[in-house]
């Protein structure tokens, strides 16, 4: 889905009129259609009788609160993506508002380059919600996006969930790799919510059942298939017929069990042991793994038929370390679900403590910090500061992965290989992720490092 910069028409909601001609004004100049309205019923109206991409707000709406507003629009069930600016929002109320499906929130709207990017994220939004609703209109299903309990302001998280976006709707087998901790489960539960499919999502984890009795898991099996098999059992392969099965931590699945997985992929059936009848199937397969499938190919640990068909579309989750933006977001989120969890009032955080976590590397990616913030709201009282923190975190750590020292003047030529030399150490080697990170395709990388070899 390809969005282009000034095709299309934002509305902004605001009751300061020179503040919102103000941004329109920014933003006409980027190309898009733009209007006004000084209420939240006035903007109400005009979205239900005419086409409106994006919707930017003030978060100082007079007439409706912003619950109100964005439940309304839900229901108008119009195809408009929002945005939401302030310079009053607390970390709640931005929490709350992306969680209802807002793209993005702008402390500064002086800040054009912030908002030139939440307006194309938002045109993204917007168009995948009429492809969706095409779609379902076509094949009878509920048009309602869903919202997501996916948080993210990173460039990274975003341009991962454009794609997700995309291939959601289609019933194509995804890849997901990752370090241990990324979220795969739950950016795999995300595909799952898009794709529209009626059936559940299953999940199974290929490293936590033995060998013996993974392929029963699986597959199924008939009455007196092996001992202790008093009855017939449905696999997760038949209960997740019509939606979609999760094999979690693939890597570590048997070669025996492989091969037969491959031959469940291709024919779309399944034979439960001790049974001679093929069952057909209608699942959508997505694959996880935190290991290198590629090198275990290399070295026959993995079938390489195999891996290329779970490799349909492969969707690499970065490291926390790597979306560092993400987050004081992530944490306020955690810790509020944390409260919500154990039932206890949120705390107020000290801004100190945002920035010891953004600077820590956390090697146990947003698991680990979802501990983490669980315990600072049991061990604290009414407010977190640095004295609650582990002793790593003692002092804010310098990040020398993210930090890049040049003695000027110097050749644009050896700037450019310190840059990907140490994009490269942030990646862990990962060339795919550097090429990302530094905007350029893996080939072009290629040639690069082969020149600086030279």
């Keep these: 889905m390809a969005i282009i910069l000034g095709r299309g028409t934002v509305l902004f909601v605001d009751k300061d009129d020179s503040r919102a001609s103000s941004l329109r004004e920014a933003v006409s100049s980027m190309g898009y259609n733009c209007t006004i309205e000084n209420s939240a019923r006035s903007a109400l109206r005009r979205v239900k009788s005419r086409s409106v991409n994006v919707i930017v707000a003030s978060s100082e709406l007079t007439d409706l609160h912003m619950d109100t507003f964005l439940e309304s629009l839900s229901r108008a069930n119009v195809n408009s993506s929002v945005v939401i600016y302030g310079k009053n929002i607390s970390a709640c109320e931005a929490i709350s508002w992306m969680r209802s499906g807002v793209v993005d929130i702008l402390l500064d709207t002086s800040d054009f380059v912030a908002l030139r990017s939440a307006l194309q994220n ?140 491959l031959r469940v992929i291709e024919e779309e059936k399944v034979t439960r042991l001790g049974g001679n009848a093929a069952i057909p199937i209608d699942v959508r397969l997505i694959a996880a793994t935190n290991r290198d499938l590629s090198g275990m190919v290399a070295e026959g640990t993995f079938r390489k038929d195999l891996f290329y068909r779970l490799k349909v579309i492969e969707l690499d989750i970065p490291a926390l370390r790597l979306r560092k933006s993400d987050i004081p977001l992530l944490a306020m989120s955690l810790l ?8 206890l009032s949120m705390p107020e955080v ?44 003692e002092r804010v750590q310098e990040d020398t992965c993210n930090s890049l020292e040049l003695c000027l003047p110097m050749a644009l030529s050896i700037v ?13 080697g990962n060339r795919t992720k550097t090429a990302t990170l530094l905007g350029i395709g893996r080939r072009t990388l290629q040639r690069k490092l082969e020149s600086l070899n030279n």
């Design 416 to 428: 450019e290989n310190e840059v990907i030399k140490k994009t490269l150490e942030l990646t862990g």
């Design 336 to 343: 509020q679900n944390a409260a919500e969890k154990f039932g």
């Design 122 to 261: 938002a045109f993204t939004r917007s168009s995948t919600k009429r492809e969706i609703k095409t779609v379902g209109l076509r094949d009878g299903l509920n048009t309602n996006l869903p919202t997501s309990d996916l948080l993210y302001r990173s460039r990274i998280m975003s341009d991962l969930m454009k794609k997700v976006e995309r291939i959601a709707p289609v019933k194509v087998t995804v890849l997901l790799s990752g370090e241990s901790g990324t979220g795969k489960d739950v950016l795999a539960r995300e595909i799952h919510t898009l794709s529209r499919r009626k059936g559940d999502y299953i999940a199974i984890n290929c490293a936590a059942i033995p060998e013996p009795l993974l392929e029963s898991e699986l597959f199924g099996h008939e009455r007196g298939a092996f001992t202790g098999a008093d009855s017939r059992r449905q696999g997760k392969f038949e209960a997740a017929s019509g939606g979609t099965l999760l094999l979690d931590e693939i890597g570590d699945m048997p070669l025996a069990i492989q091969a037969k997985l």
């Design 350 to 393: 000290d801004g100190e403590v945002i920035q010891r976590l953004k600077s820590y590397r956390w090697p146990g990616n947003v698991r680990q910090l979802k501990n983490m913030m669980e315990s600072l709201l049991v061990i604290t009282q009414g407010k977190i500061t640095t004295n609650d923190l582990p002793p790593e975190f």
